[in-house]
Each structure stands twice: as C-alpha cells, then as structure tokens.
C-alpha cells in the first residue's frame, strides 16, 4: 500500500505549482522570445510574465533590462518591489508588452505605460554569460537587449549638467560606432586620459531605439550596469606604437574581420583627411587610406602615426578604427603629375593631378555630375562633394579645360565609361581646380546661327518634297480608282454568273411547267392544280432572286456610304419573310472611316458566308456582328448549322471556291480571316482589320 505521508506530500507539491497563479490570477512564465512573438503578432491583449537574469538597471533612467536563454526584454525598474534591484537578481516581470522610445518594453499599461510587477526571486542568483557580436553585424540582426562583451576605442566624452544622468560615450570599433551610457562620474582628468584609449566592457546591446538614446548614425546603444563591467586601458597602444612602422601596403598582412589579432603601426604624410571618416598617407612605397573616427582635424603635410587594424575586405586591404599620434609638420606632399592619364591600382588613394575636358552630365533630381576626359582616353569623376560644396566650386563650363588636383579612387569597375564612375578623383579645397582655358570655338551663339542656317535649307527643299508628295499621292488615287473599277466589273459579272445559275434556270423550269400545264388540260386534268402550284412557287422564287441581284447590282454605292446600313438593309431584304432561319445582326461600336473598297469587302465577305449558310448548312440561327473600336473591325458570321469537316478549310472540295473567295478578298484589305467549325457543331467565320494597317487618304 502507499505510505499516506507520500501522497500528502504530493498534494502539497501540485497545489505549490498551479494552485498559486490560478488563486493569484498570474499569467504563466513564458520565454523572452516567446513575449518577443507576441508582439510582433500584435498581441497585446493580455499581460506576459517573463523570468531571467538583470544584466542593467538604473532608476534615473528608468530603464533596466531581464534575459534569459532566449533573448533579453527591457522594462520600467521605479517600482516599490524593484526599488534595489542588482545586475545578476533573478526575476519575475509581469505586464502588457508596447515600445517605449523605441524600445521592446513591458510595462504595467500599454498606453500609460507604468512600472510593472517586478519580483524578485529570493536565494536565486546567477550570471548571464556576455555574448559577442560584431556592431555591423549585430545592427543588421536587431540584437535587442544581450548581454555582450565589445571592444573598442573612446572617441568622444559627453558630460550632462544634471548629475542624475549618465555619461555619454563614443565608441568606434573595426565593426562600426556605438553610443554608450554609464550611469556613474569620473573626475574630468580621468576622462582626459580615456579619448582615444581602448576600453572593453560588459554592456546590454540595443540596435533599435529612438534618435534621443540612439543617434541615426552609430550602430548600437550600450548599456554598461556598473564601473565594474568597464575597463579602459589607456597604455595598451603604447606597445604598438613602439614598433617600427609599416611603410608599404604589401608589408601588411590583411585577415578577416573574424581573425583579426593585433593592430599595426603605420606612419606616413598626411595628404588629404575627412574629418571623423578617414586619412591618407603617403608612405615610402605608396599611399593608404586609414579610417578613423578621431575627433582632431588633419592638415596636408603632418606627420603621423596609427596605430590600426588591418582587414581584407572582398580582397581590398582596408585599414580600420584608426588611432593617430601627430609627429611632426612638413610641406604638404606634391601631386603626381598623370600626363597622358593612365592609372593602375598601384594608385589607388595617392595625390594626383591630371588635366582634361570638363563634361557635365544631368541626372534624375535636377543634380549634375562632371567629369574629366584625359588625354588616354580615360573619364574620372570630379567627386567635389567629398570636400567641398556646391558654393565652394568656381565657375565652370561644359568644355572648359581644367587641371585638377585631388586623391585617387579607383573602383571595382575602372573602365573609360563616359559617367567616370570607375576613376574618381577628389579635389581637397577651391584652389585644386584650376581653369586653363575655356570651352571651343563652338559656342551657343554659334551653334544657334548653324542651326537657322539648317532651317533656311530646310525650308527651301520642303516645297520640293511637298509636292513630290502630292504626286504620289495623284498616282496612288489613280490606282485606286482603277482597281476600284477592276472590282466593280468582277462583281458585275458574278452577278450575270448568278442571274444565269439560278434566275434562268428557275425561268427555264417554270416554261417547261407551263409546256406540261398546256398539255394536261386534256390528257390529265386531275393534275392541273398541282403544276399550277408548283409553276406558281417558281415564279415567285425568280421574282425574289430578281430582287436580291437588282439590289446586289446596286449596294456597290450604298456601302459607300456606311457599312453598317448596308449589312442591316441587306438582310432584311435577303431573308424572306416565311423563312424557317432567324437572322439576327449586332453592332457595337463607332464606325470609323474606311478607305474606299474596304466597306465593299467586308460586305462581300458577309455576304457569301451568310449565302453559304442559308445554301448548305440548314440552319435556324444565323448571328451577324459588327465590332468597331479604335484599334479594329471585328466582322463576325455565327450559324448553328450541321457545319463540316475542318479538313475542309485547307483542301476543299473540287469545284468548291466559296473558302477561297472569302480568303482572298480578306487579305486583299490587310485582314486576317479565321474559320471554326465541326460537323453538328455550326460554323464561325471571324474577320479582324486592323485599322493601323489601313492606308488612309492624306489631306493637303
């Protein structure tokens, strides 16, 4: 049997566990991440409850933060509960998530904000283990609210009237520059000693926040908890600048970022610098470029020496973070003079001077670019903006010839391309460009007097080709009135063809009816009713044909005058009125103007095909529609006749010219004629002209 003492003791246990936050109403413990998750899902319905480690807090500012194994989370410390709260305290924070000057942040309301339900965990303390990132790398992540271990160097110190606030600190690394705030006072002899001192700390790592904790341009802000977690250590370049200098970029031995050991000890002149970006120097082998976010300002012919780190950056040795010591003060360096304008890598960052033809190139947003071209052929870009402003540039003309004087930057891509934008040169100050001579002999005065010239000519010889023009186009109208006529008789005689394959022939048959008539009023006089029926039927039939081919012989005049009245006219009037086939017509559409035997095809076409139909395919329905738009005619003949074998469209039978008729007089206008059909199925006929391809008549 169970001891009773083990399942008392049981009971306790599990109501220790869920009793607690249910009776409380506590929200469960979740991760870092997970709260994290909430937000970005929008989720703030509900309060979170997160437990971890404080890595920072500091109750004039107002902010501290919490991790754990899955990220960190910042949030209000001015509670009574958090009074003294300490770096390595495990804790409990309950509150609805929301960001606060940019910040992840719990907080004890959304909108109000407040402190939130902080509780401390007695007996409980650990030490969260820093992690180490680089500050480009962590700022492209979003690294919110770790612990991290950096390095780097103090550039710049910012002392706040108010004690309660802390120090303000620039860093800058190989990796970029990050703002610290250290929330204790050093005396100002100490701060003295720290600009430009390495310093190494333990601090909490937030990329993203409002420009009045972190400004635009530094990569991270820096939360250091205490004096403790910062160690500066002002003698450790020392070792390096007692080395001997490096005097050659190929002496230096580049790594990536990830392996970088030691700085290097370069020395050389200085021939052009950029404030708080970079510093060139010209060695005994060459020059290189430093970057360094130094607050002091380089002149052209200091002497100095860096102490740096080498990297290689996809191949190109770049030196980084940049400590400079000035030596000593000279001349400043003379140009190397480019006579023809060849370049080659060996001169990447030297002092140049080159001269050439001043080009301006207009880009989108109203700018300008100028360049060079040298006499090798080459363009470089005039990068004023480097060093200079818009004011600071002296009068220039597209044209002119110029002698510049500026630093060397080669890119990736150094062909002679007429934008430059592989060979840059970087004028230092006003007096680099130096004009030698204006624009040529061409100038706009010039030009405008060549230009009336070429009108004058012109306005000479466009007569002459007008009227060349108007008798080509006397000629075109001939022709036109000729084929014109061609097609009138054509249609003429397949009218005579019509009048002898069905009118004589139905006034031959009903002669031999009458012939018969003549002869049964004797011989067989029960029959005189029904050949007086039948010989009247065949009278009747002639006098429609009659009708259809008189009307026929004068629809050529009619089309000419609109197209769409002519096919309405024609059907009712083709169509008897006791016919067992429904013929319905649709236009849609504005008419447009149609060159003069393009209306009478297109008539002829619905013609035939409607014929067809009505001859051989039986049908009940036959739909006739006219789509007329901007771009096209659309002509389409629909029935719901017994229809045939699409085999039939290319290898008619003998004897059979319908098909061809239709296709021939649709490619005699420019269009293109397409047939569906299937037997049972009906047959379409589509005809599509394309108005661009229509020749309209010109008016002079």
Known sequence: MTNPSVI??????WATVFLPPVLRGEQPVMTIAQAKAHLARREFQKPVRVRGVVTFSNQQMGLAYVQDASGGIGFDPRSLSA????????????GYLTRHQGLTMLMRHRI?????????????????????????????MRIDGLLTHLSGVIRSITVPEADSEPLIVEISSPSGHAVARLPWREPQAVLDQWINAPVQMDAVLVCRADTSLLPENADALLLVSSSTRWNVQPQALEEVFQRPPVTAASAIEATPRSTLKERVHVAGTVTAARARSWVCLRTEEGSIEVSTRQRDVFIPGQHLSIACWPQNKTGRLML?????????????????????????????????????????????????????????GMHCLLAWNSFLQPDDLPPLEDGSVIRLTGICHIGQDSTASPEGTGLSILPRSREDIVLLSGPSWWTADRLMLAVWWLLGLVGVALPGALIFRWQIWRQAQRIRRIESQAATEEERLRIAREFHDSLQQQLTSAALHLETLKGALHAAPEMLPRLIDDTTAMLRHCQVEARHCIWDLRSDATVRSSLTESLSDWLQNRIPADANTQVCFIHEGNEPVLPEGVPFHLMRIAQEAVTNALAHSSASQIQVRL????????????????????????????????????????????????????????????VRLPLSSLQYEPRI
């Open 627 to 686: 789509y007329s738009s901007r771009r096209q005619v659309e002509l389409v003949i629909e029935d719901d006749g017994s229809g045939f074998e699409p085999r039939l469209i290319s290898q008619p039978r003998p004897g059979h010219f319908g098909l061809s008729g239709l296709k021939e007089r649709a490619a005699k206008i420019g269009a293109k004629l397409d047939l569906s059909t299937h037997p049972g199925t009906g047959t379409r006929v589509t």
């Open 8 to 13: 008392v003791c049981g009971l306790l246990f």
């Open 320 to 376: 980084q973070d940049g400590v400079c010591r000035v030596t000593g003060q000279g001349p400043p360096p003379e140009p190397v003079t480019m006579v023809q304008g060849f370049f080659n890598p060996a001169m990447q960052r030297e002092l140049v001077e080159v001269t050439g033809i001043l080009h301006s190139y207009s880009l989108p947003g109203g700018s300008t670019r100028l360049t060079l071209a040298l006499p090798s």
């Open 83 to 94: 009074a003294r709260l300490l770096p390595g305290e495990v804790v409990e924070v309950e």
């Open 112 to 140: 109000k904000l407040g402190s939130p339900e902080v509780r401390v965990l007695p007996g409980e303390k650990q030490s969260a283990a820093p992690l180490h990132f680089d500050l480009d790398a962590a700022a492209q």
